[in-house]
């Protein structure tokens, strides 16, 4: 079965331009190198109303893994947590499990200061998650990951510090994912094409991916100066991914140079 991801990432500073979403690039990147797809990519501001209404229309595609970052915070802003219990329709109650993993957080920074740290109401909060909901141990923060399963699909809500998310997403999203994607195999290779436009190489384009339907080929202009071509493959075989890579490069190529083009593997 294929494994279907659709991202969700929350947070007013990704919308105003404050910061790059970096998070959405990794994980898809992540993802794609196993051979994951990646359907959609969706950003929407700290909002109850928004972040439910995205997660309610999401569960409606069955995706495999719906990956939401941001929002999982102490602070005013982070309603991530609540959104999806408006989006369920469930309620939220203190998980014994994460406040274990919140108060050992706390305990660790006692170490460090001499000042008292209470678990004040915006600590709990962190603790706070829809019914049904399982923690995700945080390595590198305070906030667990959330982890929660709706029929055939999986919620997972991830930090969006960039350190946490990642920390998270390999200790214990990793497996989940590359499990349910299986032994699959993603080969690629890139061209770089000199004397031709991308308007005039898009038919060849098709012609070679209507004869290699297995590969997916993608231009990329560069400066005016060339252009670069991407091939990708997927399959269950090392060398079945390989030769269907080859064989749709050598069939471009062919075409490239009877249009006068020419090309350059890197």
């Known amino acids: 079965m294929t ?13 105003i331009g404050q910061i790059i979403n970096t998070n959405a690039q990794w994980i898809a990147k992540y993802i794609s190198s196993l051979g994951g797809i990646v359907r959609r990519i969706n950003t929407v501001r700290d909002s109850v109303d928004e972040i439910s209404s995205i997660l309610r229309d999401t569960l409606k595609r069955n995706p ?8 999982l915070g102490p602070t005013f802003d982070d309603k ?14 203190l998980n014994e499990e994460a406040l274990a993993m919140v108060k ?28 049904g909901a399982t923690p995700l141990h945080n390595p590198k923060g305070t906030a667990p990951g959330v982890i929660i399963h709706i029929d055939s699909s999986t919620i ?9 998310m990642k920390a998270i997403f390999e200790e214990s999203v990793l497996p989940m994912i590359s499990d349910s994607i299986g032994n699959l195999f993603v080969h690629g290779r890139y061209l770089k094409v000199t004397g031709i436009v991308e ?8 012609a070679t991916m209507h004869d290699n339907p297995d590969v997916y080929i993608k231009s990329h202009p560069k400066l005016r100066s060339h252009l670069e071509l991407h091939f990708t493959a997927t399959s269950k075989s090392k060398k079945e ?8 490069i050598k069939n471009i190529s062919q075409l490239i140079y009877e249009h006068g083009g020419t090309i350059e593997e890197f």
């Open 199 to 206: 308007s005039e190489i898009a038919p060849l384009i098709d």
């Open 80 to 93: 991530t947590l609540k959104a999806i219990a408006v989006a369920l329709n469930s309620l939220l109650e």
């Open 156 to 164: 997972i809500a991830l930090p969006g510090v960039p350190e946490e």
């Open 64 to 71: 495999t893994f719906i990956i939401t970052t941001g929002g």
């Open 104 to 131: 050992a957080r706390y305990c660790n920074y006692k170490k460090n200061i001499t000042k008292i740290i209470e678990l004040t109401p915006a600590r709990l909060k962190m603790a706070t998650l829809p019914r």
């Open 3 to 15: 494994c279907i991801i659709e991202i969700i990432s929350i947070g007013n500073e990704l919308l």
């Open 241 to 248: 991914t390989e030769n269907t890579v080859e064989k749709s």
